[in-house]
C-alpha cells in the first residue's frame, strides 16, 4: 500500500485525477469506479478541468457506481445515481450510455445485487476504483464486521453512517436505512484502488486502516490485501498515522517513473 500525504483536498484532488487522466491516456476506455460523498469532489472537479481544456480524451471513458441507496424513488437528487450523473457523467461529458449502476429500486434487490457483479465483470473490471472512507471505517457501503470477501448485496447502515450523511437530505430520518453497496471481495477486484480522506474526522479510520490489523472491524483495512491500493490523505487526515514520516520520505524520493 502507498500512502500519499498531500497539503489539502485541492492538491489531492489535482493528483488523483492526473492518474486517472494517465490511465485514459492509456486506455481511453477504461471503466472508472466512483465514490459519492463529499470527500471526492475535487477530484471530479480537477478531472472536468482537464478534460474542458482538452488535457486528456475522456470521451470513451465508463462510469460504474460504487453503492446505491435502497428505496428512494426514481430520479431522487440524492440517489446516488442521480448524484454521480449530476458531478461525474455529465460534467465530463458523457452520456448515460457511458454510466452502469445498480438499481436501489428493483422489486428483487438480491437479483439486482447479482446482476451488478456479473455486469461489472462482463464490462472487464474495474480499472481504477476510487474510494471514500467513512468515520466508522466503511469503504463503499461496507460497514464494520461486512465479510472481506462479500460481494455485491443489501446492507443496513449504522446510525453512524445515517448521521453522517444526514446533511444531503431535508430531515435525518429520511436517510435510508438500506444501501446495495459492491462488497470487499467485488471492490478488491478492481486494478488499482485510489482512496481519498480528507479533514480531521477521518484520522482515527484512516490509522486503523492503514497501519491497524486486517480486520472485518474495520472495513477499509482490507486495501491491505490489494496489490495496488493508494491511499492519499490530507495533512488533518494522515495526523493519527505512526508512520508519516515514512509516507513522507518514500514519496519524495519515489523515481520519477513510477506513477501512483
Ligand atoms: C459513498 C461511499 C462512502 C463514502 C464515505 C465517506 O459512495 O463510497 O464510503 O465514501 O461515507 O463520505 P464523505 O466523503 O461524504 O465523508
Not at 185 to 194: D, P, Q, S, Y
Not at 195 to 217: C, D, F, Q, S, Y
Request: hydrophobic share 45%; with cysteine; proline share 6%.
Amino acid at each position: 500500500m502507498e500512502v500519499v500525504i498531500v497539503p489539502d483536498a485541492v492538491a489531492g484532488g489535482e493528483l488523483i485525477a492526473e492518474t486517472i487522466a494517465a490511465l485514459l491516456t492509456r486506455k481511453p476506455g477504461a471503466l472508472l469506479g466512483v465514490a459519492t460523498g463529499s470527500t471526492p469532489l475535487p477530484v471530479y472537479e480537477a478531472l472536468a478541468a482537464k478534460a474542458a481544456s482538452g488535457a486528456v480524451d475522456v470521451s470513451r471513458a465508463r462510469i460504474c457506481q460504487l453503492d446505491e441507496y435502497v428505496g428512494l424513488p426514481a430520479g431522487h437528487p440524492e440517489s446516488y445515481r442521480s448524484v454521480v450523473l449530476r458531478e461525474v457523467v455529465r460534467p465530463l461529458g458523457l452520456g448515460e450510455d457511458a454510466f452502469m449502476g445498480p438499481d436501489g429500486a428493483a422489486g428483487d434487490i438480491a437479483a439486482a445485487c447479482a446482476e451488478y457483479d456479473r455486469a461489472l465483470a462482463e464490462a472487464g473490471g474495474v480499472d481504477l476504483q476510487l474510494l471514500g472512507i467513512g468515520t466508522d471505517g466503511h469503504i463503499g457501503f461496507n460497514e464494520p464486521c461486512s465479510s472481506l470477501a462479500s460481494r455485491t448485496r443489501i446492507k443496513t447502515l449504522t446510525r453512524q453512517t445515517r448521521q453522517d450523511n444526514a446533511r444531503f437530505f431535508d430531515s435525518p430520518e429520511e436517510v435510508p436505512h438500506h444501501v446495495i453497496t459492491q462488497g470487499i471481495g467485488t471492490i478488491l477486484e478492481a486494478r488499482h484502488l485510489v482512496l481519498l480522506a480528507t479533514g480531521e474526522a477521518k484520522a482515527e479510520a484512516v490509522a486503523l486502516a492503514v497501519e491497524g490489523p486486517l480486520a472485518a472491524v474495520v472495513p477499509a483495512s482490507a486495501l491491505q490485501l490489494h496489490p495496488h491500493a493508494t491511499v492519499v490523505v490530507d495533512e488533518a487526515a494522515a495526523s493519527g498515522l505512526k508512520l508519516a514520516g515514512y509516507f513522507r520520505d518514500t514519496y519524495a524520493a519515489k523515481p520519477d517513473w513510477q506513477a501512483i
